[in-house]
């Protein structure tokens, strides 16, 4: 603990990092070739954890703006945007093609997309901690985003369908692994100074 209060490896908003599922070599992944048939794109999980086609952007909740560096706090909605195609990962009532359970999809462009694009963090603690275990549950259907072992076929071979599950279990745990991780800015600091005194 620094004498600020804050934790030395908060997450935070603008954050860019890899996602990988706890306990795994999963790595969340856009995909470019596969569409669902929502239409929309697809979101994948890879064993490779050294793909740059891997890596999510913690963004505010949808028309919401933050700060950049303010720490994530346990059971506060975010949105993850993926790196490479400016897409947001999203869910909605369409049933997955492999599992049977809710699709998973990169929806919008450059960032925007709508308000089935919000997730919360699910941590213990008063903030998701860089190396802690978190879940993702989707704002408005409420699934916990999942990877269990259904893979695809050609042109994706190999590759993992990522989903939501209603239900939790050891297949909804996330770490944010390598990236680029902002400290907690400074008025943050000095609010937390403040309310010590």
Same mark, same amino acid.
């Given at each position: 603990?620094?004498?600020? @209060? !804050?934790? %030395?490896?908060?997450?935070? *908003? ?20 596969? +569409?669902?048939?929502? &239409? ?9 954890? #050294? $793909? ?12 919401? /703006?933050?700060?950049? &560096?303010? %720490? ?15 897409? +947001?990962?999203?869910?909605?009532? *369409? ?11 990169? !929806? &919008?462009?450059? @960032?925007? &997309? $709508?308000?089935? #694009? #919000? ?11 860089? #190396? @802690?275990? /978190?879940? *993702? ?7 916990? =985003? ?25 297949? +909804? ?14 008025? =943050? ?9």
């Amino acid at each position: 603990m620094t004498e600020t @209060g !804050f934790e %030395p490896n908060l997450s935070s *908003f603008k954050a860019c990092f890899q996602l990988l599922q706890a306990g795994t070599t999963q790595c969340g992944r856009d995909r470019h070739v596969e +569409n669902y048939s929502s &239409g929309q794109q697809s979101v994948t999980g890879v064993t490779s954890v #050294d $793909d740059s086609n891997s890596y999510w952007r913690i963004r505010g909740k949808t028309a919401t /703006v933050c700060e950049r &560096g303010t %720490p994530i706090k346990c059971g506060q909605p975010i949105r993850l945007t993926h790196v490479n195609t400016g897409r +947001n990962l999203h869910s909605h009532h *369409f049933t997955s093609p492999l599992s049977g359970n809710q699709e998973v999809s990169a !929806f &919008g462009e450059e @960032g925007e &997309g $709508d308000y089935l #694009d #919000d997730w919360t963090v699910l941590c213990n603690g008063p903030y998701w901690v860089r #190396d @802690g275990e /978190v879940r *993702f549950k989707h704002s408005y259907t409420e699934v916990l =985003l999942s990877v269990t072992g259904e893979q695809y076929g050609r042109p994706i071979s190999g590759q993992k369908e990522v989903h939501g599950m209603a239900q939790p279990s050891q297949n +909804n745990y996330w770490k944010a692994m390598e990236g680029i991780f902002m400290k907690p800015s400074e008025l =943050l600091k000095a609010e937390a100074h403040h309310a010590e005194l």
